[in-house]
């Protein structure tokens, strides 16, 4: 008898050089959007001493853009169920790119608020489109692509934060996003042009057959961890400017700490990855998480150079468990439910990212900086009595 799912994927799946180029392209993609959405941390100090901003005011504006890339994740991939990925990719990047644009010209900050609102929504189709592509393009090969995609995403953090950085040196900020909308315009256009049409295709025309699968459960538990890992990586990255400039950093060497971070942390979704797969979920949450906590404190100790030193491997520690939970995700639904499974996991994940650096920015604001970082290392530690319930279901059959 014909296997149902070995003939879905010889049938749809494309050549090499198509799911070449659709992995370029969505990377590609990735890259430019979570730069554009990292990049943010940096003008975060900006924005305060240009609109003179409590951290709870300026956490506000970190979480309009996240909260709407979160909250459009679903509508975003039905709406490529109906035009077709690249469609919704292309108009997606263009709407990231005029936010950007737009935050530059406005001298308001309503307007800002606006803008960044605005580029949030453009956001949200980089995620559910990218990763579906890859992962429609590969078939059941698709795990080694869908890291190199997960990993450029890394790369873009690295290097918008830090030429965003070199930027303000000369320019004023508006000048900075303007320079930086019209590269994303560019990309908006690269993907129209290069990105293959049959990645990813609308509902009616995808293949339905060996799509019935079981799962083994588990899957709210992996969800809450993700949830709270994110809420501890944004928490932080939130105050670290403001930790980096109270330790006598310069706005050029807050930007290179951003990159050193991000920088590890794209080491550390391949290292974690590769060490989950020897050691377990369970044991490389709590090894991740727990060093999590342990650099947040090393951090909030040190002086300037030492805490310089030691983000690279806080990077690695707050990436690490990302990569291990994305991964499961397969594992502990269905089949059948997979695309809908992830895109929760995306919203719960980037909603958190949204909400997390409201919440710590108002604890900044009645205790300190110092203090409600060390909140987030307690929550890191939160994580580990749920990575512990979720064992079991990560069992083998």
């Not at 709870?56 to 994740?73: C, D, E, H, P, V």
């Not at 579906?132 to 795990?143: D, H, I, L, N, T």
């Not at 692509?145 to 930027?167: I, M, R």
């Not at 690269?190 to 295709?201: H, V």
Request: net charge positive.
């Amino acid at each position: 008898m014909t296997n149902p799912i070995a003939s879905a994927a010889t049938l749809h799946a494309p050549d090499c050089a198509q799911g070449r180029r659709t992995l370029i392209v969505a990377s590609m993609a990735h890259a430019l959007h979570d730069g554009y959405t990292d990049t943010v941390f940096v003008l975060l100090p900006v924005w305060q001493a240009e609109f003179r901003l409590g951290y709870g005011a300026i956490a506000m504006l970190r979480g309009l853009y996240a909260g709407a890339m979160a909250g459009l994740q679903v509508p975003a991939g039905a709406l490529a169920d109906r035009m077709g990925g690249r469609v919704v990719l292309v108009l997606g990047t263009a709407l990231t790119a005029l936010g950007y644009l737009l935050a530059g010209f406005t001298g308001s900050l309503p307007g800002l608020c606006i803008a960044l609102a605005a580029a949030g929504c453009g956001s949200s189709t980089q995620h559910p489109v990218g990763s579906a592509a890859v992962a429609r393009a590969y078939g059941a090969k698709a795990r080694g692509p869908l890291g190199v995609y997960n990993f450029s995403g890394d790369l873009g953090k690295a290097a918008f934060p830090a030429a965003a950085s070199l930027l303000l040196m000369r320019l004023p900020w508006r000048g900075t996003l303007w320079l930086m909308a019209t590269f994303g315009l560019a990309t908006a256009i690269a993907i129209g042009l290069l990105m293959p049409a049959s990645g990813p295709e609308p509902a009616w025309r995808r293949p339905e057959a060996g799509r019935q699968g079981k799962g083994r459960g588990g899957f709210p538990l992996l969800f809450a961890i993700g949830v709270i890992d994110t809420a501890v990586r944004m928490g932080l990255l939130t105050f670290l400017p403001f930790l980096l400039k109270a330790k006598g950093a310069p706005l050029p060497t807050v930007g290179l700490g951003l990159a050193m971070v991000f920088l590890g942390g794209a080491g550390g979704k391949f290292t974690c990855g590769w060490l989950g797969g020897r050691i377990g979920v369970l044991w490389t949450v709590i090894l991740t998480e727990g060093g999590t906590a342990a650099a947040i404190l090393l951090l909030l100790a040190l002086p300037l150079t030492a805490a310089l030193a030691v983000l690279p491997l806080l990077g690695i520690m707050l990436n690490g468990t990302s990569s291990v939970l994305y991964g499961t995700v397969p594992e502990l639904t269905a089949s059948d439910q997979s695309e809908r499974s992830f895109a929760l996991f995306y919203t719960g994940t980037i909603g958190a990212g949204a909400v997390s650096p409201v919440l710590y920015g108002l604890l900044g604001d009645s205790v300190g900086v110092g203090w409600a970082t060390a909140a987030t290392a307690i929550s890191a530690l939160a994580t580990l009595p749920l990575a512990m319930a979720l064992a079991p279901h990560l069992a083998k059959d």
